[in-house]
């Protein structure tokens, strides 16, 4: 299996993959969100918005139990997505879903999944510049969903006491929590990402459990780089170097 002109061939970890040279990429929020899921042994989960397939890929490599479902909407990162599974040898357990996951709840019966993840559009479609590549635009902003449609879903396919896990912008963090709330999603963990000590936080990573009581824990928060522009060693440890 050989990458197209248009693409290139990576790797992360014990991940081979193919990605688009111009078009969406994964960046380090697919290793966060990957590495702060927590899951049990033979569990079912669904990723709400799977690009190139890398994050389901290494949960399903960290755990050889589970089997998940990859739903994207883009048919040519669906594309990439599945040939990226086939690639690592895990068609077994990851089945790639070329859908709209506003469309989810006409497939799946309610309570299907033991959790969802998702590392959705940040950006609402008035806020920043959206990209002229059609793949990173509707990555990176609401243009095809927005994140109550998200949450509303997540809480749909969990079944009770299933966790939904996402990674997002600070700025945005009431509004998610007020949203999950309303989804029956309460928020149980978080971890706040900055690129330095002393800075502010860039992103926040989120538990959230279906059903559950008022109760919160806040992780140790995470730092990229150290003083200079190298990795700190527990983001060494997420790129498989420490």
């Not at 033979?42 to 089997?67: D, T």
């Not at 989120?206 to 995470?222: F, N």
Request: positive net charge; aromatic residues 10%; hydrophobic residues 40%.
């Amino acid at each position: 299996m050989k990458p197209k002109p248009d693409e290139t061939y990576d790797s992360i970890k014990n991940i081979k993959l193919f990605q688009a040279k111009t078009g969406y990429r994964f960046s380090v929020d697919a290793l966060l969100l990957e590495d702060f899921i927590c899951c049990k042994s033979f569990c079912r989960g669904i990723e709400l918005g799977a690009g190139s397939g890398i994050i389901s890929m290494l949960l399903a490599k960290r755990n050889k139990s589970i089997k998940l479902t990859a739903v994207e909407l883009q048919e040519s990162l669906a594309g990439r997505a599945d040939k990226n599974v086939k690639l690592n040898r895990l068609s077994g357990r990851i089945e790639v879903v070329n859908e709209d996951i506003k469309s989810l709840k006409k497939i799946f019966p309610s309570g299907k999944f033991d959790f969802a993840f998702s590392n959705p559009p940040f950006r609402n479609t008035g806020a920043g510049r959206l990209s002229m590549d059609e793949e990173r635009a509707v990555a990176r902003h609401e243009i095809k969903i927005t994140l109550p449609e998200i949450i509303d879903t997540a809480s749909y396919l969990i079944k009770n006491a299933g966790s939904f896990f996402l990674i997002y912008h600070p700025f945005r963090l009431v509004e998610v929590i007020v949203l999950l709330q309303k989804a029956r999603l309460e928020p149980k963990r978080l971890k706040f990402v900055h690129s330095r000590a002393g800075e502010e936080a860039k992103m926040v990573l989120i538990e959230a459990v279906k059903g559950s009581g008022a109760w919160l824990k806040i992780d140790p928060p995470l730092y990229i780089y150290e003083k200079g522009s190298e990795y700190t060693a527990e983001m060494k440890k997420l790129y498989g170097e420490g």
